[in-house]
């Protein structure tokens, strides 16, 4: 069973990496990397320091604490699985279609794949910028998850990842995040009772 995953898992790797074109090979190695969403995310963080301000800062920790648990869990699993990305794979790397820098060197990115840590970051962040964004941005609520497929998916076109270590790596980002917004909200219900009980005995006093 195993074996026909995995086999599938390679003939789809194929399938889309076959799809390029000079442009596209332009396009998706530049979208493969994070500074060229900066602009993108400016727009986002700004969007959200309109709304919640000075609680920006203590929100933007648990976007830090997001990435940081989705990449570790991340290479941990990479390096405890230690399936070869298919960049690094003998018997089909010279079938794919890999970027070439200038100096003709192939980027073949690190040994191991599975999981994306590209995914996984992606969509860790996407659940809280979802959860952060749903009482006051609901019709952008579709910018952030197409924005980490994009970048997913970039990975597969580049040839440095099968189709599961990004799916794979996308459930563990959306794991990480969801347990990442359960200890936001478990903090926050906590200063909110810790305010009103400071409230209710300044009311007392007087």
Known sequence: MLEKI?????????????????????LMWLMTHLWFWLPLFA???????????????????????SVVLSDQISVLI???VQRQRPSHNVEICGQLHLHQYKNGA???????????????????????????????????????PTWAVLHCYT?????????????????TGITCGLL??????LLSANRWLQNNLIKQKE????
């Open 78 to 80: 990479k390096n405890k």
């Open 155 to 171: 990975r597969i076109y580049l040839g440095v990842h099968y189709p599961l270590d990004v799916l794979c790596g996308a459930l």
């Open 106 to 144: 192939i980027y073949q990115g690190g040994e191991y794949g599975f999981v994306s840590s590209h995914a996984a970051n992606s969509f860790g962040v996407m659940v809280l910028f979802l959860y952060f964004f749903k009482p006051i941005k609901r019709r952008l609520g579709w910018i952030v």
């Open 6 to 26: 995995l086999q599938a898992d390679q003939e789809l790797l194929l399938f889309l990496n076959s799809l390029h074109s000079p442009f596209f090979d332009a």
């Open 43 to 65: 727009v986002l963080l700004w969007i959200l320091w309109k709304h919640y301000r000075k609680k920006l800062i203590f929100i933007l920790a648990f976007f830090a604490l």
């Open 180 to 185: 990442t917004m359960w200890i936001y909200q």
């Open 203 to 206: 009311r007392q006093k007087t």
